[in-house]
């Protein structure tokens, strides 16, 4: 059974940099997709980047484009996100998402493993 663990998160300040990671004790993540949403208080889940089951393809939210790098080691089953220049503006819960689909899938629905979230705090 997959088992999403995040951690990394934390506060840090404008221009700063942070590094998620995410770690599948199922060891099963490697079968597709795997991404990173973020959610900020009051507003909807929105996806942050995707990265296709081989790494072969990326997807980056146009917010963070250029700022942040996803990552996967599939046989250490773990993800990463690279954020850096950061600003408030990326201030959430930032959530690992594993899905069994192939490619770079973009909604939330298309995922059906998540992890329980970490607090990434970015003051100006």
């Known amino acids: 059974q997959v088992q999403l663990i995040e951690s990394g998160g934390g506060l840090a300040q404008a221009g700063g940099s942070l590094r998620l990671s995410c770690a599948d004790s199922?060891?099963?993540?490697?079968?597709?997709?795997m991404a990173w949403f973020r959610q900020a208080p009051g507003k909807e889940r929105d996806l942050v980047a995707v990265i296709s089951q081989r790494a072969i393809f990326a997807y980056y939210a146009d917010s963070v484009k250029g700022r942040f790098t996803i990552s996967r080691d599939n046989a250490k089953n773990t993800l990463h996100l690279q954020m850096n220049s950061l600003k408030p503006e990326d201030t959430a819960v930032y959530y690992c998402?594993?899905?069994?689909?192939?490619?770079?899938?973009?909604?939330?629905?298309?995922?059906?493993?998540w992890g329980q979230g970490t607090q990434v705090t970015v003051s100006s």
């Open positions: 199922g060891r099963t993540v490697s079968t597709g997709a």
């Open positions: 998402a594993a899905s069994s689909k192939a490619g770079t899938p973009r909604a939330a629905s298309d995922y059906n493993h």
